[in-house]
């Protein structure tokens, strides 16, 4: 009897052995899902992290313990990078990083202040408070500062610092998740200095962009006006035009020919200083224009930028025509070296013009270009732009106009 109660003590010991064995398991098992569960909900940061020798890295930080950093990073992983040498670390929000199908987030594609515009347009995205920059070209520099997260004020001026500019831009809030913008722009100019400070030109427009700061398209109307110091800035052409007599075939035969009828014509009454101007004392135009820009690169992006004047066209309408006769005038002849003055009389038709408007007067800016992403808060870009115009007398003109210019945050 008392083996075999040992022998049942030592089974019933195995068994409660087993079963403590498997306890323990079950509630490491249990913990190690309850840490995952507590780091998988723990809020991942993103930053961009800049060194004061100019390398520049976008990753989650991992771990801060005051000296050094530890950044995973999507090109090189896991590197340490020591807090002296820090710059600045600029926390990015991690919803606007995108992430591949194994859930690797990409590299995180600056959305600096100037993402707000493009060449020269601007898009109605908003630049946000503290986001103010800088734009240097071969124009001149320019200065844009955030009043609030809807609200820019802007500087625009030639080296020279005339003319000179104000811009500003009003953004309208949307729904965060909306991809849908509207803004209103004006910007307002005088000549300073130059022409004594007379003139004057300013163009306002509204907006509406789709899409987001890497990647949109913009419409854009206004009206834009300029008026100039000096009112034969709209001269159109003068009021009398006499129909000069044919002498041997052309009457550009002889010299002074045009001046001799005109000195007659004008004992006659005939005003040939009279000149005819446009009705606007300044030039208006409205103003369309497409933008858009689209990453093609790591760093760089594509910018399309085109602007469209359509400005009424005025020229000189035939009115009437007026016989002077017995007009007496004198030309030169040349026959066997030398020079004989005649003396002629003639019938001389002068005919009247006015003003008209005959038609559209279009003026094409296109300018495509490239930005280049140097850093987070730099950036540089190059525009092969061109103007393609229509001149006072209807024909068709074209040239280009390339130019480069660098933005900087600040």
Do not use: C
């Amino acid at each position: 009897m008392k083996l075999f109660y040992i022998r049942r003590m030592n089974s019933n010991s195995k068994i409660l052995f087993v079963l403590f064995i498997l306890g323990i398991s079950v509630s490491q098992i249990q913990a190690q899902n309850t840490v995952s569960e507590v780091q998988d909900t723990v809020k991942k940061e993103f930053y961009v992290i800049k060194k004061s020798d100019g390398a520049e890295y976008v990753g989650e930080v991992i771990s801060d313990d005051g000296r050094e950093v530890l950044v995973l990073t999507k090109s090189i992983g896991k590197i340490f990078i020591i807090k002296s040498d820090i710059v600045s670390m600029t926390r990015i929000d991690a919803s606007k990083l995108s992430q591949s199908s194994d859930g690797i987030y990409e590299d995180f594609r600056v959305e600096g202040p100037y993402t707000t515009r493009y060449f020269f347009t601007t898009n109605a995205l908003p630049i946000k408070k503290k986001e103010n920059y800088m734009m240097i070209g071969l124009q001149g520099p320019e200065v844009h500062f955030a009043v609030n997260d809807n609200l820019s004020l802007g500087v625009m001026a030639t080296w020279i610092a005339s003319p000179i500019a104000l811009a500003a831009k009003y953004s309208f809030e949307s729904k965060s998740e909306s991809k849908t913008h509207f803004a209103l722009g004006t910007i307002m100019a005088s000549s300073g200095y130059l022409l004594q400070a007379q003139g004057f030109g300013g163009i306002h427009w509204a907006t509406v962009t789709q899409g987001d700061r890497k990647s949109n398209v913009s419409f854009s109307a206004g009206y834009a006006y300029a008026k100039l110091y000096k009112d034969n800035s709209n001269y159109i052409g003068r009021k009398y035009y006499a129909q000069y007599p044919v002498i041997d075939g052309d009457y550009y035969y002889s010299n002074g020919l045009e001046s001799s009828v005109d000195n007659e014509l004008r004992n006659k009454g005939v005003d040939y200083y009279q000149q005819i101007y446009s009705p606007n004392k300044a030039r208006g135009s409205a103003v369309l224009g497409i933008s858009g820009i689209t990453p093609i690169g790591q760093k760089a992006s594509f910018i399309f930028d085109a602007l469209a004047f359509l400005g009424t066209q005025y020229g000189l309408e035939y009115v009437n025509s007026i016989v002077y006769p017995d007009v007496q005038y004198k030309y030169r002849v040349y026959s066997n070296g030398t020079y004989t003055d005649v003396n002629a009389t003639d019938d001389i038709t002068v005919d009247e013009y006015k003003t008209a408007k005959i038609g559209i007067k279009p003026t094409v800016i296109i300018m495509p270009a490239i930005r280049f992403n140097r850093s987070y808060n730099k950036a540089f870009q190059v525009a092969l732009a061109g103007v393609i115009a229509k001149n006072n007398w209807g024909e068709i003109i074209s040239f280009p106009v390339p130019t480069v210019s660098w933005l900087r945050q600040f």
